[in-house]
């Protein structure tokens, strides 16, 4: 008899662990499935950028702030979702939306047709310009006056001042030197290591707001459009996100958080 109910025990022991490995299995693959999906079901909407752009990321004390943060907080609560800002290198900021470790990337990011083998990109929500920083008195007056003259240019690494001064700068005597971030660029020009800094507009006037002897010169360089970045196979993220931002230019909502940042002249 002992034996019998012994029996019964193992039997009734081994089918409640099959039950429990038959629900753990379900569970898994009920979250794998979820993940395939893309963000579907996500919670958090996750924005890699670099935080020294102002005025469209940067920091107040430790939080990231600006003209991108904001836009990128009124999607997420448009959709639903928490946001997260992950404040990584400019020029890892592709690499990281392509395998898939951040959702989105928003940085004052140019749509160009380089970027767009590699990532797609949402309706342009701002304007850019590229500018061009020297210091006060200086002989520079335009890109031509760079161009004929022998100089180094201080750029952000893989932005589009970056692209533009190699390109348009490669046969001639001037050396473009890349930087981390427009900090250090700007830092190297109030060094004396560059003679000029080429970066966008509005960030080159927050540099020369808070860098005394350095000026904006007046004729623009390249005007461009600023978009969200996406991996190409996220259709359903950019999908979602661009139906929501262009709901909030509609409303005008972005056009209040430039505005906030962004003083007309």
């Known amino acids: ?79 639903g979702m928490e946001l997260e800002i992950v404040d990584i290198e400019f020029d890892s900021i592709i690499a990281g939306v392509q395998t898939g470790k951040y959702d989105m990337g928003m940085a004052g990011m140019t749509v160009t047709e380089e970027r767009l083998q590699s990532v797609s990109f ?39 001042g970056d692209i533009y001064a190699s390109e348009d700068l490669a046969d001639t005597k001037c050396e473009v030197v890349q930087y981390q971030t427009g900090n250090d660029a700007v830092a190297a020009l109030v060094a004396g290591k560059v003679q000029a800094v080429i970066i966008d507009n509005e960030p080159a006037k927050s540099y020369v707001a808070a860098n005394e002897g350095l000026v904006v010169l007046e004729t623009e360089y390249v005007e461009e459009d600023y978009a969200i970045c996406f991996a190409k196979e996220n259709k359903e993220l950019l999908e979602k996100v661009n139906a929501s931002l262009e709901k909030l230019i509609a409303d005008g909502t972005v056009q209040s958080i430039i505005d906030k940042y962004i003083t007309a002249k």
Not at 58 to 69: K, M, N, Q, R, S
């Open 1 to 79: 008899m002992k034996k019998l109910l012994a029996l019964i025990l193992a039997v009734v022991m081994i089918a409640s662990v099959a039950v429990l490995a038959g629900c753990s299995n379900s569970q898994t693959t009920s979250s794998d499935e979820t993940a395939a999906d893309g963000t579907a079901d996500k919670a958090t909407l996750t924005m890699a950028t670099n935080a020294y752009f102002p005025p469209y990321e940067y920091y107040e004390g430790t939080e990231i702030v600006g003209i991108d943060a904001e836009i990128a907080a009124a999607i997420a609560k448009d959709l």
């Open 122 to 160: 949402s309706t342009s929500y701002a304007k850019g310009i590229q500018a061009i920083i020297v210091p006060e008195g200086s002989e520079i007056k335009n890109f031509d006056d760079i161009a004929a003259g022998e100089y180094k240019v201080g750029v952000q690494l893989s932005t589009t």
